[in-house]
């Protein structure tokens, strides 16, 4: 993260302190008549630090993009991007919202962990703002009671779950251990794949939670590894990078090891990198368009200091969220409310575009349009998930990288 970013968050959270008064304050006519506010909610600590730079690149060159073509009802989007912190450190995300509400966003992007979001999601929706993540994939999301103003560009992991289960068994294992942080996202994920490892009739030897923050895995190992299971999925965030070794302490085979969104990370600069060699995991979109991956790094370094992109990691995700909000404000105004009723409209049944652009014109021409952007169709249903998505299943090589080593990609229907 740039020095100007990381003094744009002090700036911002110091801002709150003073200014809680104002949530909500503005007038429906100031905020649909000022300029269009996004804010964006993003893990520049804690375990899924890794993914912050993929979604402030995505989230920023959506923004450009969006100003390029001429902003918002003749103004350019303003931004503004806030910690998320983890749930280990439970009031950064909370302080980070209001901070946004505060300052006047519309729509707020954000947060990746679904724990996090659910420490957030109330006081956000609550005030009539868009809440999209690029990133949430707790099935409980599908029903929180937001008032229809919560929309996610990923899928849940009721299908992520099935996928990962059914690669499991596909390469053949009979006899399964899972080990899974014992949250939001885990217990989702890790419900989801056990019960479908047990429909395909793979054996599941044991179940084995630990909690976010986790950094001693010896006795979790040992325990999950003495009845003897082929393979271990590992449904984790950060911890994986104490969890690995510990797998590997045990003399576990490398390549029976799945992974899945929270942990699928670049590892060639950790000591385990060629010991994962051969090992699976699972990443909610499809295959990332080269040339989008070039303008994300070339966009994350002019913004940040020339800082290298190396994680791409739902940085599709979080420009199609972006693209969303500043068309469904196209197409209606720059007002909470305006914006939450049109979401879905710009997803579906219209001319399909996959540019904000060219959405932008037909929307002022009076034109239903249906946004098909770079993770996916993102056609929302009524509660803000994502009707149809894919998920990537990727193999790692000897030096600990997974992004260059596509299997395949799976359709799936993301609540069924």
Known sequence: MSANLKRAVATAAAAAVIATALVGGASAASAASSPLKIGAIVPITGALAFLAPPEIAGIQMAVDDVNAAG?????????????????????VAPASANTLLNWGAQAIVGAASSGVSKLIINNITGHKVVQISPANTSPDFTTWKDGGYYFRTAPSDLLQGAIIANQVAVDGNRKVAVIYQDSSYGNGL?????????????????????????????????????????????????????????????KFAGNKIYLVDGNLADYSDQSFASYLKGAKGTLPGKATDASFKKRLAASYAAHNGGAELTEYAYGAEAYDATILIALAAT???????????????????????????????????????DYEGQSGPIEFDKVGDPTGAYIGIYQYDNKGVYATHLLKVVAGNTVK
């Not at 009845?227 to 045990?250: F, M, N, R, T």
């Open 331 to 369: 197409e209606g105004s720059n007002y909470g409310p305006a914006i939450q009723s049109h979401m879905i409209d710009v997803s579906t049944a219209g001319t399909k575009v996959t540019t904000f652009k060219a959405g932008a014109a037909l929307l002022k021409k009076g034109k239903n349009i």
């Open 71 to 91: 902003g918002v009802h003749g103004a350019p989007v303003q931004l503004q991007f806030q910690d998320s912190g983890d749930t280990t450190t439970p009031n």
């Open 190 to 250: 890790a419900t989801k794949a056990v019960s479908v490892l047990k429909a395909k009739g793979v054996t599941v030897t044991g179940t084995y939670k630990f909690a976010e923050g986790e950094s001693n895995f010896s006795t979790i190992v040992a325990s999950a590894l003495a009845k003897g299971p082929q393979a271990v999925l590992l449904i984790s965030y950060d911890e994986s990078k104490k969890a690995i070794p510990a797998l590997q302490a045990k």
